[in-house]
């Protein structure tokens, strides 16, 4: 990664960082990295994963017992966990493009922080549950966490680079599973090309990977991962939902497939051009549930084309007819984490604007800005569940059954970007990654 790059990100963050604790009446910003957690009953701890607040403001995933302090006005400070240690890994002093801009100092033993923490006008962002009586500051404030959430969705170009190295290391293990699907692997194995063509483990994916044959695609965090392989005369369809990492920002991509030239496969190539149209109509000024309205739209409009449905698209979205069949949000915030912080936050302070009464599972009730990056993924699915409370229902007679029963096995289709919104025109990060392939 590029060092001019990176300082300039830090001296935004710094100015981000000085505004919001003076305005929230703190000198100093604590924040610890996280332990692992052991898991119960057992001397195995759980994967760790890094306190967010933490890789906000060092680009660190793997060291637990680390902190940042962060005073107004001076150079942030690094103590980095290296423990003598000759059961685990060590890793060395960071000597990296970010590191010249950090005072850093070394602890071997995780009470050697103590000593460099002041409670003095201080916050403190992490898990507290081992410090007692150590001068933390106020613990977890929400109005700070607030402040700091909402600045979040305003991505640096150090940031963006970031989510685009992602999105390429993403669409490398996109391009691995697809052929190991074409070759009659098993969901485990399919994963497994995944995990070797992006150089990341599970641990290290910003979420488990969804790698779902046939009808497992109608279940929307499938994460089960068979290991039985079908053959040809029973494969139809893989729907993979499978990101990755770069200094701990995350890539979220979705694709579907489908096996043979089918129905199914024109369904799954009408639902790319819907989903490039919302794409297009990701605007600055626009208020993100009135896209999710147009998604559901053009749901619609799919399920008018292909005879599922013998109402009008208008009709379907006023009725609610589309939302079984589209039962999750157009998509959300993405950054440091998948799902990232501030959707319904309402402002900078706190508050929350939740979704639409008739949307509910939708992660994002923001206006949308410039520097803001979201997923678009619209989806059309299949769900047993879900059909069956719609056969009970009063709109019933609006769905053309014999039509979803040829679909049913299939699953489902969703497709999904990570885009950039600019105030001219978009950076769709993984499209373009697509492009070079």
């Known amino acids: 990664m590029d060092k001019n790059l990176y300082a300039d990100h830090m001296a935004t963050l710094c100015r981000r960082y000085d505004e919001i604790l003076e305005s929230c009446g703190f000198d100093t910003l604590n924040v610890f990295s996280g332990v692992p957690r052991m898991q119960f009953l057992d001397d195995n701890p ?24 962060y005073r107004r006005g001076q150079k942030p400070k690094l103590l980095f966990y290296r423990p003598v240690d000759f059961w685990h890994y060590v890793p060395p002093a960071p000597q990296t493009f970010w590191s010249e801009l950090y005072d850093i100092e070394l602890l071997s033993k995780p009470a050697d922080a103590r000593e460099f923490l002041n409670a003095d006008n201080a916050a403190f962002i992490g898990e507290a549950d081992r410090f007692q009586d150590w001068p933390l500051g106020e613990i977890n404030p929400e109005t700070l966490i607030n402040r700091l959430h909402w600045a979040r969705a305003y991505k640096t170009p150090y940031e963006v680079a970031c989510l685009r190295e992602a999105n390429r290391i993403a669409v490398a293990g996109h391009r691995a599973a697809e052929l190991a699907f074409r070759g009659g692997a098993s969901e485990f194995e399919i994963n497994q090309a995944y995990l070797s063509a992006t150089g990341q483990g599970e641990n290290t994916m910003p979420y488990g990977n969804i790698v779902a044959l046939n009808e497992h695609a109608a279940i929307l965090h499938y994460t089960h991962l068979s290991t039985q392989r079908l053959p040809g005369t029973e494969l139809k369809t893989f729907l ?19 096996y043979a030239d089918s129905e199914f496969a024109q369904l799954v190539a009408a639902m790319d051009e819907k989903q490039l149209q919302l794409v297009d109509g990701l605007k600055p000024g626009l208020p993100y549930p009135d896209l999710h309205r147009q998604c559901h739209l053009k749901v619609g409009e799919l399920l008018a084309q292909f005879d599922i449905i013998k109402s009008s698209a208008e009709s379907a979205v006023e009725s609610g007819l589309t939302r079984p069949f589209m039962p999750h949000g157009l998509g959300h915030f993405l ?12 402002g900078p ?11 509910p599972f939708l992660r994002t009730s923001r206006t949308i800005e410039e520097n803001q990056v979201f997923t678009i993924e619209p989806g059309l699915y299949f769900i047993d569940s879900l059909l069956a409370e719609l056969k009970a229902s009063s709109l019933a007679s609006e769905v053309n059954w014999n039509k979803v029963e040829e679909f ?27 492009a070079k392939y």
């Open 335 to 346: 950054g440091l984490q998948v799902h990232d912080v501030g959707g319904h936050q309402s």
């Open 46 to 69: 759980y994967p760790f994963k890094v306190n967010p607040q933490f890789k906000a403001l060092v680009p660190i995933t793997d060291n637990p017992n680390s902190w940042v302090i």
């Open 408 to 434: 049913r096995p299939y699953g489902g289709v969703r497709i999904e970007d990570n885009i950039v919104v600019g105030a001219e025109a978009n950076e769709n990060l993984t499209r373009a990654c697509e």
């Open 349 to 359: 302070d706190g508050g929350t604007t939740p979704p639409p009464a008739e949307y």
């Open 240 to 258: 993979i939902d499978a990101g990755a990492d770069c200094n701990g920002y995350c890539a979220d991509i979705t694709r579907t497939y489908s």
